[in-house]
């Protein structure tokens, strides 16, 4: 069974920088597909960073601001998040081959 596990949400202050996590288990292939959303209240879930097939897109939103990673052997997929803002504000989560992960909370305040 295919399970996503996500970390690394947290209270920041405007300008600080969080990195989250996200590891799947269950898999017998390298992360080839994975995308991070993010959904706000009220809010439509927006895309944030895709990779596929080691091509990487990301919002104009998170342009030069956020970095999508991954480690083959962990089995994990990182984003990296600098220079944040209130308006990142949103419950983050990662998308491997289909399946979903729990989400994690990330808050942009001072």
């Known amino acids: 069974q295919v399970q996503l596990v996500e970390s690394g949400g947290g209270l920041v202050q405007p300008g600080g920088s969080l990195r989250l996590s996200c590891t799947v288990s269950?898999?017998?292939?390298?992360?080839?597909?994975a995308t991070w959303y993010r959904q706000a209240p009220g809010e439509q879930r927006e895309l944030v960073a895709s990779?596929?097939?080691?091509?990487?897109t990301y919002a104009d939103s998170v342009k030069g601001r956020f970095t999508f990673s991954k480690d083959n052997a962990k089995n994990t997929v990182y984003l990296q998040m600098n220079s944040l803002k209130p308006e990142d504000t949103a419950t983050y989560y990662c998308?491997?081959?289909?399946?979903w992960g729990q989400g994690t909370q990330v808050t942009v305040s001072s």
């Open positions: 998308n491997i081959h289909g399946v």
């Open positions: 269950g898999i017998t292939f390298s992360i080839n597909h």
């Open positions: 990779m596929f097939s080691g091509t990487i």
